[in-house]
């Protein structure tokens, strides 16, 4: 079983799926088929969740198998009795106002409603986003990297992309993309820095054909920083609209599994988001247009790092079995000057020293609700103008590290799951249909070969064709495979509240951890759920 | 405030199936390894959505 979760996850008849759920000692209720989101009384919360509970025991569908067959369903039962004996604390005409509420929500088709009627249009538009694997070469070897793990994947370590298939790749992601615009190029390795001049003289070979073809590239890079140097940093500023680097928090936790590499990576991260900050205040200062952002998306990064032409960075970690207190990586990072960070559970096979197991879920929804707390926190001061002068015990802890930098001065910490945007984020089609992969986005190794995305890479039944000889037509079911797999596919996912944030997940983690392409990664989707619902409660906090 | 409850997010999936999919947006990879996007936290590049979502979120503050 997974969990230690208090949270039920149910689905009432007729496909109506309720999340009711406790975070920061207040009550939320969620409605997952209208995208609703209500702070609820005690009351209201409890009944909610029995409804719900009582529908989804008598359905009996979709959540019984995400939550493990006749033990959930004994759970369940006996979580309603549980239910009724907190409901009958209340007096009858609070009683009767509380359903009186909910029937008025259900009236007004904001709560308990019915699914949207959707028709996945699976439509095969054409590629928009591609992942160079620039170099297969490291001058790190991390202990969790997939790269490392034996699948075959970066079978001839050493290999470079050269400028010949570079450009080949480009003209193939330009021939392949319809009538899209933008198109996206991810810099990937091995260190991406390490064939820095084929890099630069792709990015140059892209921008060349941007007019001829009416195509916009927006590349982005991800580096471990340990060769990141003054002489990259004028052209990433420039032309590489999103960088993201690998730091995984703590000193012990980072030098452990990242090749005792903090020091200079840390320095050099920080020399180059300090040289970016300047290049994005001067874009904004010089409003030479292409840096406006969207009309109230200020406060969101996730919109503002869109494609409006700022520069944007992250620092994205990875934490594992072996520090399940990742909080606290988050906050080193933070307090190192940046604001833009992003740290996921690892995902390894069974067995790996450092894999996340169901074990350890119940302690990182905890460790997912204090870092939500912390972030609150650090972000309500932070509009307030000021560090608060007042001190609580928790706090403490942070200021006595304050940012050696200035990076981040009065910035908010932007943590990247807790980051939705409850107005203008993705609709309906991109929540149901996931990344993409295989279709609109695909991965090219050095030697040129397609793959439906960067973990597919070295997988020979994966393999879709190469960018001179184009895809290979025995493979295109595998295409199809995939765009016909969209979250309404998924029978797991049908009774899961996290569907229209989650898609399914990810294709190659099933593939990986469960070798099933059509399964859910289990542990995954419970830490998933887990920081979903810290983002909810926050934004009843407009803190994120 | 009502008592019982406070909407914090209005519903929006029943509206807004018949505008979308326009397919400009960013690729979202869900990986620990990538830039590794959540699909909710991904931005809407159509500009014609986000106007009429913007006017709905004025509406409602
Ligand atoms: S894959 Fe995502 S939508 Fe499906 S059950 Fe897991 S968390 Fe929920
Ligand atoms: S299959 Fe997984 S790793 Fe590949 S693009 Fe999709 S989410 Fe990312």
Same mark, same amino acid.
């Given at each position: ?79 309603? %009795? ?58 790190? =070897? +991390?202990?969790?990297?997939? *790269? ?28 392949? #993309? ?7 190029? @991810?810099?990937?390795?091995? !260190? ?15 921008? $060349? ?41 703590? !000193? ?41 952002? /969207?009309?109230?998306?200020? /406060?969101?990064? *996730? ?21 399940? @207190?990742?909080?606290? @990586? ?27 197991? #169901? ?14 707390? =912390? ?54 089609? /991109?929540?149901?249909?996931? +990344? ?21 890479? $070295?997988? %020979? ?64 989707? !419970?830490?998933? /759920?887990?920081?979903?619902?810290? =983002?909810?409660?926050?934004? #009843?906090?407009?803190?994120? | ?30 990986? =620990? ?29």
């Amino acid at each position: 079983m997974f969990g230690g979760l208090s949270n039920l996850v149910v689905a009432t008849k007729g496909g109506v799926v309720v999340h009711a759920f406790k975070r920061f000692g207040k009550h939320f209720v969620y409605d997952t088929e209208s995208g609703s989101l209500l702070e609820t009384s005690k009351l209201f919360y409890l009944l909610c969740k029995a409804e719900s509970a009582v529908g989804s025991a008598e359905s009996a569908v979709g959540a019984e198998s995400v939550l493990g067959g006749a033990e959930s369903s004994k759970q369940k039962c006996a979580g309603v %009795s549980q239910l009724e004996k907190e409901i009958a604390k209340f007096t009858a005409s609070e009683l009767e106002q509380a359903r009186r509420d909910i029937e008025t929500l259900k009236v007004g088709e904001i709560l308990f409603v019915k699914p949207p009627d959707i028709k996945p249009q699976k439509l095969n538009r054409g590629l928009k986003a591609m992942c160079l694997h620039i170099t297969h070469k490291c001058n790190l =070897a +991390c202990k969790y990297c997939f *790269a490392e793990s034996g699948e075959g994947l970066y079978g001839a370590a050493d290999e470079c992309m050269s400028l010949a298939v570079g450009k080949r790749a480009i003209d193939f992601l330009i021939a392949s #993309s319809g009538a899209r615009q933008n198109l996206e190029v @991810d810099f990937f390795g091995g !260190e991406p820095l390490l064939n820095f001049e084929v890099l630069k003289a792709i990015v140059y070979y892209a921008r $060349g054909l941007e007019g001829k073809h009416s195509k916009k590239f927006n590349f982005t890079l991800t580096t471990n920083a340990l060769a990141l140097d003054k002489k990259h940093f004028d052209f990433l500023n420039t032309e590489i609209f999103n960088v993201v680097i690998s730091i995984d928090g703590r !000193e012990s936790v980072h030098n452990k599994v990242r090749n005792n590499s903090y020091k200079r990576v840390m320095d050099n991260a920080k020399a180059f988001v300090k040289a970016r900050t300047s290049a994005r205040v001067a874009i904004e200062n010089g409003a030479s247009g292409s840096g406006a952002t /969207k009309k109230g998306s200020s /406060k969101n990064y *996730a919109s503002e790092n869109s494609r409006g032409g700022i520069k944007s960075y992250y620092i994205r970690g990875t934490f594992t079995a072996e520090n399940l @207190d990742f909080a606290n @990586d988050v906050l080193h990072i933070y307090k190192q000057g940046f604001s833009n960070i992003s740290l996921e559970p690892v995902v390894l096979k069974g067995g790996h020293r450092l894999e996340i197991k #169901s074990e350890h879920l119940a302690q990182i929804d905890k460790e997912y609700e204090r870092l939500g707390k =912390a972030v609150a926190k650090i972000n309500s001061e932070v509009s307030k103008g000021e560090i608060s002068k007042k001190q609580t015990a928790e706090n403490k802890a942070l200021k006595n590290e304050a940012p050696k930098n200035a990076n981040n001065k009065n910035q908010p910490l932007n943590f990247f799951h807790f980051n939705i945007d409850k107005f203008t984020g993705p609709c309906v089609e /991109k929540r149901i249909n996931a +990344c993409g992969a295989g279709t609109e986005y695909i991965a090219v190794t050095p030697n040129g070969d397609i793959y439906p995305c960067h973990q597919f890479a $070295g997988f %020979s039944e994966y393999l879709l064709g190469n960018v001179y000889d184009g895809l290979n037509k025995d493979k295109i079911y595998i295409g199809e495979k995939f765009l016909n797999t969209t979250v309404l596919d998924r029978l797991e996912c049908e009774a899961c509240f996290a569907k229209y944030h989650c898609s399914g997940g990810c294709f190659a983690n099933s593939v990986v951890v469960n070798n099933n392409f059509y399964s859910v990664y289990r542990v995954g989707c !419970e830490m998933f /759920k887990s920081r979903l619902e810290v =983002a909810l409660a926050l934004l #009843s906090q407009k803190l994120m | 405030m009502n008592s019982n409850f406070k909407i914090i997010a209005s519903p929006f999936m029943q509206k807004d199936i018949k505008v979308s999919n326009c397919g400009e947006c960013a690729s979202s990879c869900q990986s =620990a390894c990538k830039t590794s996007c959540t699909v909710a936290n991904q931005s809407c590049e159509n500009e014609t959505r986000v106007n009429t979502l913007e006017q709905q979120r004025e509406a409602q503050e």
